[in-house]
């Protein structure tokens, strides 16, 4: 049985998960991370997609982030999401209003290197609509 | 002297009023939990991201290439003042204590020959300022129509402001809100957003761990300041919210036991009005008796 750990989940609306966990998945910009038990203290941007987080008891529940920073310390890890829902309420509409949103943002940006930022999310917010709802 | 049926209507137009302001305050005080857990529920990512903050800017100090939301323009000649208020009335002294904070602000900074810019987020304050400070409103925000506070409106706020200051507008930011302290006693409340500044003890807290940074810290500071400044806006306007219905609940409260007493007065002088009517109608029935 694997060490467990503190995890929390939080959006600025409300506080989704937290609870001792044994395996969180995060999506890190520079890369998908798994983290375990005493971790070393690490702090990295998040990427939209999904974090996989297996609890105590075994169970893996998934959520859908869009954009953030995680706080990961050996007790604990701490996902400060802009916005983040269960993978399970996360309906193709939504995220196909954001995925215009972006859209409509790209267009009005105003220098390149925002463009170029926008462009990025966009990417990988189309990437996420693939995973989520297999066509 | 107003006649027996001109009192009976002034009754029952205060009753009316007591009714009206009765269901006001029930309204206020369901909509007041709610809005009391949505402040509630803002806090721990607010907390956790000052504290981050604090840890990552008491680091980065002594950086002549800080962010520039961080280190601010190095002047404090323009100031952005940012004012959320009410959309509504009826709330007793909560719009209006906003104002004069915001308003003694704005004269003291002009006093000094400063330049002030104001953006005004809810009807109340636009109205009002708009009077005095006209040509000083730059952008005027309202979420009438938005029944639940989300942070896409913090976001939509925050978005006008940053772009504002990348432009150059302005040097100094400064938010007025009302803090909530409980139902009967909201504070109105200056704090400033840009340059962001953090208390020293926090710092000291949260710099103790040696953490990795991934990418690196400045791409991570530069990423967070922005963010941050959407969440400090995102929790005045939560806590202005639920300011604002304490306030309403006990000025309807107020207005509820006014009526009330004006009730109580009114049958008092029409009963007695009665009563000598009714004396005075048996004194003539009497006296003509006698006179025959």
């Known amino acids: ?135 | 002297m107003p006649s027996l049926k001109d009192l009976k209507n002034r009754i029952a137009s205060v009753k009316a009023t007591q009714k009206i302001t009765k269901a006001m305050k029930m309204v206020a005080a369901a909509k007041l939990r709610r809005a009391q857990e949505a402040a509630e529920a803002a806090r721990p990512y607010a907390e956790r991201m000052t504290k981050v903050l604090a840890g990552l800017s008491a680091a980065n100090a002594g950086n002549a290439e800080a962010p520039l939301l961080l280190s601010g323009t190095g002047k404090d000649q323009v100031h952005l003042l940012i004012v959320a208020t009410g959309e509504r009335g009826l709330a007793g002294g909560f719009n209006s204590s906003i104002i004069r904070l915001a308003r003694d602000h704005a004269l003291k900074l002009l006093a000094q020959g400063k330049t002030v810019k104001i953006i005004t987020v809810g009807r109340k304050g636009n109205d009002i300022l708009r009077r005095t400070f006209k040509d000083n409103i730059v952008d005027y925000v309202t979420f009438r129509e938005i029944k639940q506070l989300g942070f896409a409106q913090a976001d939509e706020v925050a978005h006008k402001v940053l772009a504002l200051y990348n432009a150059g507008e302005f040097d100094i930011a400064t938010l007025f809100y009302a803090r909530f302290q409980s139902v009967i006693s909201q504070v109105a409340t200056a704090s400033q957003i840009i340059p962001a500044k953090f208390d020293a003890t926090q710092a000291a807290d949260a710099s103790s761990a040696l953490y990795e940074y991934e990418p690196s810290e400045e791409e991570i500071l530069e990423d967070l300041l922005p963010k941050n400044v959407a969440v400090q806006i995102f929790r005045a306007l939560l806590e202005n919210n639920a300011s604002f219905y304490g306030a309403q609940m006990s000025a309807m409260d107020n207005a509820t036991r006014n009526a009330g007493d004006m009730i109580n007065k009114l049958t008092l002088s029409y009963n007695r009005q009665r009563q000598a009517q009714i004396t005075k109608e048996l004194i003539e029935i009497i006296s003509g008796a006698e006179a025959l």
């Open chain 1, 1 to 135: 049985m694997a060490e467990a750990f503190n995890f929390e989940l939080v959006s600025p609306e409300r506080l989704l998960v937290s609870e001792k966990v044994t395996e969180v998945v995060i999506p890190a910009t520079l890369g998908e991370m798994t983290v375990l038990a005493n971790h070393a203290p690490t702090m990295t941007t998040i990427k939209p997609g999904v974090v996989s987080v297996k609890l105590a008891s075994g169970q893996v529940t998934k959520y859908v982030v869009f954009g953030g920073f995680a706080d990961i310390l050996p007790t604990g890890c701490t996902l400060l999401a802009e916005s983040a829902v269960p993978a399970s309420e996360l309906t193709h509409a939504t995220l196909q209003k954001r995925i215009e949103t972006t859209q409509t943002e790209i267009n009005h940006a105003q220098n390149d290197e925002h463009k170029t930022k926008l462009e990025q999310f966009l990417a990988e917010l189309t990437h996420l609509n693939g995973v989520v709802n297999p066509a």
